[in-house]
């Protein structure tokens, strides 16, 4: 079949950043090289064929380094930019901005009628889901939002063992996550002034709670530490302290902390430092990622070109026994797995089944937009106690009821 006849899922792709290179931009190379396959909606090509970013500065530089590993792509910068992208023919769009930049872009998306995939968190309010959730609804398209650590083979065991019954009632938990002051300083120094490593990584641990466990929410605590990425009395926070309290259908309750920060020194060993422990009626879960990983160590580079420790399960580049070189990991596996969803919608059946396939995978709440609701409740409250305590109000608690928040102070 020649190249031009092929069937495809046209993707466009808003941002460029370091979120783009570790992942997006090794699925779309790979299925550059491949295609994308399945039993359920055949063979089809997946070409990024438009993207959209600020300046287009690291649009142009991708597009002089990837050579033929991707298509040719039209680039847009500007205000007007994803708009401009969505003129291109889409079947699909990723969205991985800074997060305080997502809603707007996710609206345009769904409102063209175009399927959306957006990084965590989705959006800053249960006002800004909720439309949404509606709009995606009433042009009938998927809004999926990316969670690739329930896709880490570990946290895919603790929901095995939980689904199974093996471990019974999480009583309590305590994750942390701390990332290097490069990127607080660095790679993210443009748009860090009044927000906090909390909403920007909490919600991986917030979505892993939510999403195993079930349960409600009902109670939001937060505390942080100001200084040195901003002023002491300032609304720019280093690390943040969350509390979330769950109750069940038994009626008891687990509360659980997550700990983040980025301005862990640079050349600590682990480049992202994460930890979990939940403890059940029946026992314990520990996983620690610098624990179940290796060491290496380099002359001269280590560890500050190349860390010490590494993640290979969330994304890495190898060469296979057989000589090919490929870049893979869960990280890469997520945004895979949404435009296998895609095809299923648009091509895996009969046009006139088309809204029982979307419907189908809408019921998959691992990732769909309509499933968020605590998750963004719990950012949302997370921003509030924050901001009241950077205004002279510190230690606020924020009740949730499944519809709204109440802030309370003390």
Known sequence: MSS????????????????????YRPFFEQTRQEGLYSRDFGDLDVPLVAVASKTGKRAESYRESAGNRTYPFQSF???????????ENLSFACVATPDDRHFEACRDILDAGIHL??????VLSLCELDQLVELAQEKQVLARVVYHKLLDPDHKKLRTLVCDGVLKHVNNGYCSLLEPKSISGGQFAEWIQGRNPGTYVAVHYIKLIDFTFGGRLKTIMCSGQRGLVGPKDGNTWDSTQLRLIYEYESGREAAFDIHTSWVTPDNFPGYVEQEVQFRFDNGIWNGHSRKR??????????????KITMNNHYNGS?????????QRGYGVEVIDRFAREVAFVEHGGPATERELRLASVRQLNYADLSADRQVVAAVQAMEMILSQHAAGYPDCVVRYDGQSLK???P
Do not use: N
């Open 117 to 122: 995939l957006v990084e965590k968190p989705s």
């Open 293 to 306: 990983g290796v060491e290496c160590t380099v002359e001269g580079l280590t560890p500050h070109k190349m």
């Open 4 to 23: 031009h006849s092929r069937r495809e899922l046209r993707a466009g792709m808003v941002g460029m950043g370091m979120i783009f290179d570790e992942t």
């Open 318 to 326: 190898f060469v296979e026994p057989w000589g090919s070189r490929v």
């Open 77 to 87: 910068s500007g205000d007007d930019a994803v708009r401009q992208m969505l003129r």
């Open 407 to 409: 802030l309370l102070r």
